[in-house]
């Protein structure tokens, strides 16, 4: 049977088995000879005997090539290409890429008629034909016809004809005819002799891949025209290299209809373009789209986007988008997204989004968000997400997520269905994490509630008191602080605990600041509830003026401990005693 990995690897040479060229090896592997003995095997194992034997690999899109379908052959010494027409009955087309060979199912035949070659005085050689199904004898709209050498193009109309305007066309003139399900077919001639007529190699490069996925998407809908979808899809592979193009929009650009098929060193796109792909820079007064890749910079006024990888840098008004991987960066005012992985960093006003790994740094003004793993900083105004594994930090003002945390997160609220890592906010949540709910009283007030979250290596306390000791005598107090859960045995437990409280006494603009460390033991007296009590160590910080200047005639609270003076000026008192609690915890 065939591996996984080549049907994961068919589809992402969809469209480069319906191109045209390829390299021409050294040694054709096609032409090899091969022996195959088999009786009633599935297709599939037959094709990995083949593989193992010619040291070679098969491409294909498996719901055109049935794997499990039960063939036998037996070929002493046939070509692989003889081996494969036995197999496939002769309904698939063959091509060749270095180490692999490629199946394009193509059931149905073309013929390419040629009606006029002629000369026009300003140079220019006019080719014009038809293009029939050699089995039905009938035109055919929407074949690509393709001269090469001058990487020119077009489709043929509803009525099957086409012409070719051709600058500077070389002595051979090669015309190929192209079209999704049918076999290709190459014409030479030297002015109107014909040379000859069928299938041909070409020394043409290709690029690896399935980038039709940019044709797709909600912006190749709206941005791309039908005809050059056409044209990307019958030519799929076919990549030339050119060092410059220049477009208005993408259906109008210097190279017509095979920017599609062309990579730049250097685009220039006074509105939009739509290119294969760029090696250098390209710049756009409104949007750049590349069905591959894109290396070194691209800039638009309003967006980037690219069906393969980026190896450099892109800077986008308002929009980034990579269907392959990032390496390097992505700056934008809105937002920037890579459907593969990420090495480097993204910048955006709004958020960043990530559809597997990343590794580097995204800051966003809003949120970030990762769905593989993140080895890295996540830096946002509001929120952070690591839908795996997050490695490295999270902070953001409101809300961080991980699912599995081998780093640090700092936010008001941060949550992970891990137990490893650390977690710093108000309210910190953690698989079989430390969630409990305290209730105690204290030598200063009366009832004191805290929540505490976080796990047994550290937690962090939200904490609300209040005292009354005279009807108009009344103290209440606000803080936070961090815990740490220490087992003593199966069931008690030391928690010591440093808080940073403000007491209110009646007037606001007095700061009056308690500094608090608990040393509590816990015993527990069944699932869900436990007593505790233990010493604490206080510091207390109070202004002897408010900010008008008045004197703060504040009563303190609860004279419970005998206190001792610390500092005591003009400005302000600091005083110091030993105190205790008690109370019961839940959960």
């Known amino acids: 049977m065939l591996s996984n990995t080549k049907f994961i690897f068919a589809p992402i040479l969809f469209l480069l088995i319906s191109g045209v060229f390829f390299k ?11 022996s195959v003995h088999a009786d009633k095997k599935p297709l599939g194992s037959i094709l990995d005997l083949m593989e193992e034997k010619g040291n070679f690999r098969f491409a294909y899109y498996s719901k055109l090539v049935v794997k499990d379908s039960v063939v036998s052959i037996h070929a002493d010494k046939y070509t692989i290409k003889g081996v494969l027409d036995q197999l496939l009955s002769n309904k698939y087309e063959y091509k060749e890429s270095p180490g692999f060979i490629i199946v394009r199912y193509a059931p149905l035949e073309l013929a390419l ?40 193009s077009t489709l043929t109309n509803k009525d099957g004809a086409f012409e070719l305007r051709l600058k500077n066309a070389p002595q051979t003139i090669e015309l190929t005819a192209v079209k999704e399900n049918y076999k290709t077919v190459t014409m030479l001639f030297l002015s109107e002799i014909k040379i000859q007529m069928g299938n041909r190699k070409s020394t043409s490069d290709y690029i690896d891949g399935d980038f039709s996925a940019i044709e797709r998407s909600g912006i190749g809908r709206f941005f791309i025209s039908s005809k050059q979808k056409i044209q990307s899809l019958n030519l799929g592979g076919f990549i ?67 069906g393969g990888s980026v190896n450099g840098l892109q800077l986008a008004g308002i929009y980034n988008n990579v269907f392959g991987n990032l390496n390097g960066l992505q700056i934008s005012g809105i937002h920037n997204s890579v459907k593969g992985s990420q090495i480097g960093l993204q910048m955006s006003g709004i958020y960043n989004n990530v559809y597997k790994d990343s590794k580097g740094l ?9 769905n593989g793993s993140q080895n890295g900083l996540q830096l946002s105004g509001i929120y952070n997400i690591g839908k795996d594994t997050v490695r490295g930090a999270q902070i953001t003002g409101l809300f961080n997520y991980a699912k599995e945390l081998h780093g640090v997160q700092f936010g008001l609220v941060n949550i992970t269905d891990s137990e490893s890592g650390y977690s710093f906010g108000l309210l910190n949540f953690k698989k079989g ?145 030993i105190g205790w609690s008690f109370g019961i915890t839940l959960f």
């Not at 293009?131 to 050498?149: A, G, P």
């Not at 602080?481 to 220490?486: C, L, P």
Request: aromatic residues 10%.
């Open 240 to 306: 030339s290299k050119v060092p410059v193009q220049a477009s208005l929009i993408p259906s109008i650009s210097t190279r017509g209809m095979m920017n599609t098929q062309i990579v730049n060193n250097f685009s220039l796109n006074v509105l939009g373009g739509y290119n294969a792909g760029v090696r250098g820079l390209e710049m756009a007064g409104l949007y750049n789209i590349n069905r591959m890749n894109v290396e070194a910079l691209q800039m638009a006024g309003i967006f980037n986007t690219v």
């Open 113 to 152: 008629e040629l009606e006029k070659n002629n000369s026009t005085s300003d140079g220019q050689q006019i080719v014009s034909g038809y293009i029939i199904d050699t089995q039905t004898n009938n035109r055919i709209e929407n074949v690509s016809v393709l001269e090469k050498n001058v990487l020119q």
């Open 24 to 34: 021409v090896n050294a040694q054709s592997i096609l032409d090899n000879e091969i």
């Open 433 to 577: 994490g430390y969630k409990k709910i305290s209730i105690t009283s204290n030598e200063i007030s009366d009832i004191n509630l805290s929540i505490k979250t976080g796990d047994h290596k550290m937690y962090t306390i939200l904490m609300a008191g209040a005292s009354e000791q005279k009807e108009e005598e009344k103290m209440f107090s606000f803080g936070i602080g961090v815990g740490k859960s220490i087992p003593l045995g199966k069931r008690f437990t030391y928690n010591p605990e440093f808080s940073s409280q403000y007491l209110y006494l009646g007037n606001w603009d007095r700061y009056n600041s308690l500094s608090k460390f608990d040393s509590a033991f816990s015993f527990q007296l069944f699932k869900g509830l436990a007593i505790s009590a233990g010493p604490s160590f206080n510091l207390y910080w109070s202004e002897k003026k408010d900010k008008n200047g008045s004197v703060n005639t504040s009563t303190f609270v609860q004279d419970r401990t005998k206190r001792y003076n610390i500092i005591n000026n003009n400005s302000k008192d600091i005083i110091g005693w």
């Open 362 to 370: 995204q800051i966003a003004g809003i949120h970030n968000t990762v």
